[in-house]
């Protein structure tokens, strides 16, 4: 059975930091990009960052460059996101995805999402 199981979302206030963590099981970890997405009520789902499963370059959206920053554990099939000086707009629902590729905005497998407040 596939999992993505996320982690560590919270309240904050803003400025403030969280990591999330992503725990995969399931599927081959190696091979797929791992991505974190967003959506805020009303909002469209907005793909945040992505790394490589290849060579590990990672991408990220322009609204977070410079704040956060994803990783992975392989030998743990893990993924992170470091969230810095987090702004009320980065307020949503995360989600740890698979994609074929990180320039893709199709995903194989998600999971059910961790919510993060930032509080202004």
């Known amino acids: 059975e596939v999992q993505l199981v996320e982690s560590g979302g919270g309240l904050v206030q803003a400025g403030g930091s969280l990591r999330l963590s992503c725990a995969a099981s399931g599927f081959t970890f190696d091979d797929y990009n791992m991505a974190w997405v967003r959506q805020a009520p009303g909002k469209e789902r907005e793909g945040v960052s992505c790394?490589?499963?290849?060579?590990?370059?990672?991408y990220y959206a322009e609204s977070v460059k410079g704040r956060f920053t994803i990783s992975s554990d392989n030998a743990k099939n893990m993924v992170y996101l470091q969230m810095n000086s987090l702004k009320p707009e980065d307020t949503a629902v995360y989600y740890c995805?698979?994609?074929?590729?990180?320039?893709?905005?199709?995903?194989?497998?998600r999971g059910q999402g961790t919510q993060v407040t930032v509080s202004s």
């Open positions: 995805a698979a994609r074929r590729t990180c320039r893709s905005r199709l995903y194989v497998y």
């Open positions: 790394i490589s499963s290849s060579d590990g370059s990672t």
